[in-house]
């Protein structure tokens, strides 16, 4: 009989840990419907205890989203896993509290100040409190692949007899090898008397470019849970990449009869909505779902997948998601086909937000002829930051030209107050950033702008992404439009809106600094 491999999805947790990757709670919400279609089986949600937002976010798409089971991540203490277990309680029984502590020599020196002991006795108590608090338990030891193997075996036990389902072996700091790493798995399930009564999971990070490959090791030694992020996104260099794991078990199901419950094609399109809503763009050769991933580019290559398909490629870019019927909509389309498109892009419409989306739709099939998916996703990524605009760009006019100093005058709404500014710069996109930024406070510093065409054509949206760091806070934001100038400014404003103490400056003197 063929296995079934449980994924875990950590990109709202692990991954919004990359820097500059962190999300705002409708951003997540939307992240989570798009997973729960996609078809994985654990969404980790976040770290509650982390911040408010972190628990609200957690608790939202505990209750609003179907189908996986919704985890919360907590340090192995009371306080952590009391809050974890509010925000995962709408889920019910489908609610799962991840608790973890590090098992290492050197995180426990260290990092915790614990001795061995110390460090088991807390692990029992932190798996036995969320047992009384949730469905569902599973503990990590974190560093494992750093940790001796005998401790390893003895706080696996326990924690197992405490009431731990799932057991996560992770190699937090992406050290190990694949042989080591699939014989860790090994041992640890052929050591650990009572290691029939619970999963085996694995969680590998990606320093040495290893995780895919010390993840599938993990699952010929008989792991049964893959934790991994879409587009490997995650601390540091990431976490194992879900679409990779998902493709070769897939596509070598000759060698793994292992089955996993991803509908594979909704890979690219949630991979497309993780970048769009992270900023962090997909590299072109990105196995899976990098823009080249299925392009070939020379004669001899192209003569042989136009002769046979499979000479040249060994899955279709269809059963990923890749279609190439991209053209979906223009502007006579209806409601109800736009509904429908948003549906097989996983986004459910309700009839108040059909309504506003409609509205984006139309403003944008006005000059744009050809609506894409990338165009739909991007029209939710414009209106999902309607929820906490706090400036609202009124107007924008850039003028610039061979041997002319840019300019760019703005009108802005700052919480119900029209201001206006003028600015020249290096360009018409550095004069407006000038003028946005001379009527606000903070304003943070530029630390990423970029800049892609959603699609092809020279109608085609420009989609920017703008980070801006603010002391500690890192923040990103997205803006969409015909307009290269209107689409910078948008995401500036999008970035700006979300700096918690932004306000407007009290002296505002028309600017026009150079
Ligand atoms: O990398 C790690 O060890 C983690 C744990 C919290 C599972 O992210
Ligand atoms: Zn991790």
Redesign the pocket.
């Known amino acids: 009989m063929t296995d079934r491999l449980y994924i875990f999805d ?1 990109t709202l ?2 991954g919004e840990q990359s820097p500059g990757c962190s999300m705002n709670i409708d951003e997540k919400l939307r992240v989570a419907h798009a997973l729960a279609t996609l078809g994985v089986d654990v969404i980790e949600a976040g770290f509650p205890i982390a911040s408010p937002g972190d628990f609200e976010a957690v608790h939202r798409i505990a209750s609003e989203v179907k189908g996986p089971c919704i985890a919360g ?1 907590a340090r192995a203490a009371r306080r952590d896993i009391e809050r974890a277990a509010e925000a995962i309680k709408p889920a019910g029984e489908r609610g799962r509290i ?1 608790t ?1 502590i590090a098992t290492s020599p050197i995180h426990m020196q260290a990092k915790l100040r614990m001795s061995p002991e110390q460090v088991v006795e807390r692990a029992i108590e932190a798996v036995r409190l969320a047992r009384a608090l949730a469905g569902e338990v599973e503990f ?1 030891a ?3 692949g750093r940790s001796e193997m005998d401790f390893l075996c003895r706080i696996v036990e326990e924690t197992i007899k405490a009431g731990a389902k799932v057991i ?1 072996i ?3 700091v992406g050290y190990m090898t694949p042989d080591e790493f699939g014989q860790r798995i090994r041992t640890l399930i052929e050591r650990v008397p009572n290691a029939d009564q619970a999963i085996f999971s694995v ?1 590998c ?1 990606n320093d040495l470019g290893l995780a895919v490959a010390n993840s599938l090791a993990a699952v010929e030694n008989g792991a049964r849970q893959v ?1 991994c992020t879409i587009n490997g996104l995650g ?1 540091r260099a990431g ?1 194992a990449a879900l679409e990779e794991i998902v493709m070769i078990l897939r596509t070598r199901s000759d060698r793994y009869d292992i089955e996993t419950g991803i509908d594979t094609t909704r890979i690219v399109p949630t991979s497309r909505m993780v970048s769009q809503i992270t900023g962090m763009p997909i590299q072109p050769n990105k196995a899976i779902v990098g823009a080249n991933a299925f392009a070939h580019e020379s004669g001899i290559h192209q003569d042989g997948v136009l002769k046979h398909q499979k000479t040249y490629e060994i899955m279709t870019p269809e059963s990923v998601g890749w279609t190439t019927n991209r053209m979906v909509l223009g502007k006579h389309s209806g409601r109800a086909a736009l509904r429908a498109r948003y549906a097989a892009l996983g986004v459910e419409l309700d009839d108040n937000r059909l309504n506003d989306v409609f509205t984006r739709f139309k403003k944008l099939a006005d000059k744009k002829k050809d609506i894409f998916d990338e165009d739909l996703l991007a029209i939710l990524s414009d209106e999902s930051e309607v929820n906490v605009e706090r400036i609202k760009l009124v107007s924008l006019h850039a003028a610039s030209g061979t041997g002319d100093t840019p300019v760019a005058a703005v009108e802005l709404e700052i919480e119900g107050k029209l201001l206006k500014a003028t600015a020249e710069g290096d360009g018409p996109v550095d004069a407006a950033f000038k003028a946005i930024k001379s009527l606000v406070e903070p304003n943070g510093k530029l630390l990423l702008y970029s800049v892609n065409a959603i699609t092809s054509g020279t109608d085609a949206q420009g989609e920017v992404t703008v980070r801006l760091q603010d002391g500690n806070r890192i923040v990103n934001g997205q803006g969409a439009d015909t307009d290269i100038v209107v689409a910078s400014a948008k995401a500036l404003i999008s970035a700006l809106n979300k700096l918690p103490d932004m306000h407007a400056k009290v002296v505002h003197a028309q600017y026009s600094g150079v």
């Open positions: 950590t947790r692990d991540l991840h973890f990590s974190e560093d494992a996560n992770p190699d937090t969680h990070h934790e601390e976490n």
